[in-house]
């Protein structure tokens, strides 16, 4: 079975800010990774995915996650936030092959404040 | 560009009655999800469904929940006596063949009074 945890449930930040949002996950099989943003009364958007290659994964919205299989992590990052970034992001794993239900985290409620 | 739809955005209903939930995934998609969200909690599976039958459940989707693609466009979720835990935001979500993202609809908010 695979596991995802979000260590952190809220990050507040300032606007143009560094952010980190870290995930890690847990499975006896391969995974594919995934990363979505909830905005207020929204559904989920995909904000970026590892399936394979380069470890460095670069998404929408200026966001970036880098897969670390040793460390079993998918931090997901962002070199400057806005105030649009305000949202609910969830990791969320695949076990590659199958049907794939998507297994999500907690969640990160990221508050950016002027 | 093309999305997934739900209907209605929101469902009020009272404990026991049923209620369907209704969505219209990408037209070119073959698999299809329901997950729902209680409120302040995680995204859960429910379902999947691949060629006309479901190819995963969880543990929630217990006798009371049931799927359906009526027809070349639709994708149901029943769910015959809705009890007061049932309450959440119920997303559909689809994919095409191969490896690749799943696309969410907006969601379902089902509350059971």
């Known amino acids: 079975a695979q596991s995802v945890t979000q260590l952190d449930s809220q990050v507040p930040v300032f606007e143009e800010a560094p952010v980190e949002l870290r995930c890690n996950y847990s499975?006896?099989?391969?995974?594919?990774l995934f990363w979505y943003v909830q905005y207020p009364n929204q559904g989920l958007q995909l904000l970026l995915k590892y399936l394979s290659g380069s470890t460095l994964v670069k998404g929408i919205n200026g966001f970036e996650a880098e897969f670390n299989k040793s460390q079993t992590s998918f931090h997901l990052r962002k070199p400057s936030v806005h105030i649009s970034d305000t949202a609910e992001y969830f990791c969320?794993?695949?076990?590659?092959?199958?049907?794939?239900?998507?297994?999500f985290g907690a969640g990160t409620r990221l508050a950016v404040h002027p | 560009e093309p999305e997934v739809t739900q209907t209605p955005s929101h469902q009020v209903t009272q404990m026991g009655q049923e209620v369907i939930l209704r969505c219209v995934p990408i037209s070119n998609h073959l698999y299809f999800y329901w997950y729902r969200q209680i409120l302040g909690q995680k995204v859960e599976f429910l379902v999947s469904?691949?060629?006309?039958?479901?190819?995963?459940k969880s543990e929630i989707f217990d006798d009371q929940f049931s799927v359906e693609r009526p027809d070349g466009s639709n994708f149901t979720l029943k769910i015959r006596s809705t009890k007061l835990e049932d309450s959440a935001m119920y997303f559909c979500?689809?994919?095409?063949?191969?490896?690749?993202?799943?696309?969410f609809g907006p969601g379902t908010r089902l509350t059971v009074t």
């Open positions: 499975s006896s099989v391969s995974v594919y």
């Open positions: 469904f691949y060629n006309n039958e479901i190819s995963e």
């Open positions: 969320a794993v695949i076990r590659s092959g199958g049907y794939n239900k998507l297994i």
């Open positions: 979500a689809s994919r095409e063949q191969g490896v690749g993202e799943q696309y």
